[in-house]
Structure formats: C-alpha cells, structure tokens
C-alpha cells in the first residue's frame, strides 16, 4: 500500500492537493505575465522553479503521473527560457496553459481518490502540440533540464522520454 491509497494518509493527500492548487495559481499568474510581455523570460524560469516544487512533492507522495507531467513542464519551461523567438513563446505559453489545466484535473482527480489521473483526460491533440514543440527545442540544451536516471540527459530526448513514459 503507498500513500496515496492508505486511508490513514488522506490527510497528507489532501494537503498535497491543496498546495498543489496555490502553486497553481501561481503559475497561472507567471503565464499570464507571459502573455502580456513575452519577452519576460523571468517568468519562465520561475514557471521551471515552482513546476518543480509541485514535482517534488508529487515524487514525495507517490503520485508519479503528476511528478512526470510536472517534469514535463519543467523542460518546457526552461528550454523555452532560452528562447528569443517571441511567437514561439507564445505558442509556449498557450501550451503550458494546456499543461496547467490539465494538471489541475488530474490534482482533483488525486483529490477524488484516483492515483492514475491521465486515463480520464483527452490527451490527443495535447500530445500532438508537444511533438512540435519538441522539434522547435530539438537544439536547445540547458544543465537545469536534466531528467533523472534518464540516459542523455541534456538531449532533446528528454521531453520524448518523459512523454513516453506518461503513455503519451
């Protein structure tokens, strides 16, 4: 039994969940920034700084398609903070905001009592945007977007790895 269906640990679930939320609504204040200057790469990189906080505790209570997402979304942000090219940007703020809403199903989801939160989301067109958008990062190699225990971490097989991995 892991946390996530110990009945004894629902609190702890439940406050994940609620944490989770906060942190939310501080990314959507970071990509609401975005859409309104562009160029304000800061923004991405505290998107990268919170995405991974809601990553870590997601590892910490065994809710591992949440942590992968997140993990997803730290590349992104990232790799896009080395981006000048502003309509791209902006392609990328408009799919972290996908991210984002999507992440907030699968935080309810978790809420609900559901540890595989992915199954009950319509994933396709999502996945086809991050398939692009992998291609547009194909060059761009940042230390900070280092996936753990993955071979060739500073590869753009990364966001291909971690979509693998989330059945994507």
Not at 40 to 64: C, H, P, T, W, Y
Request: one cysteine or more.
């Amino acid at each position: 039994m892991n946390i996530l269906n110990d009945p004894s640990m629902k609190e702890i679930v439940d406050d994940f969940c609620a944490e989770a939320d906060s942190l939310f609504d501080q990314l959507e204040n970071s990509l609401t920034l975005l859409e309104e200057d562009p160029t304000n790469n800061r923004e991405l990189e505290k998107f990268g700084q919170v995405i991974d906080r809601i990553m870590g505790a997601a590892k910490s209570i065994g809710a591992s398609e949440i942590a992968t997402f997140c993990e997803l979304g730290k590349v992104i942000g990232y790799k896009s903070s080395q981006v000048h090219d502003i309509p791209l940007i902006e392609v990328v703020v408009a799919i972290l905001f996908d991210s984002l809403h999507m992440l907030r199903k699968m935080n309810q989801s978790l809420r609900e009592g559901n540890e595989k939160c992915m199954g009950n989301l319509n994933t396709k067109a999502f996945v086809t945007r991050l398939n692009w958008l992998s291609e547009k990062f194909k060059d761009i190699e940042r230390a900070s977007c280092a996936i753990e225990k993955r071979p060739n971490n500073l590869s753009q097989s990364s966001i291909d790895d971690l979509m693998k991995s989330l059945g994507l």
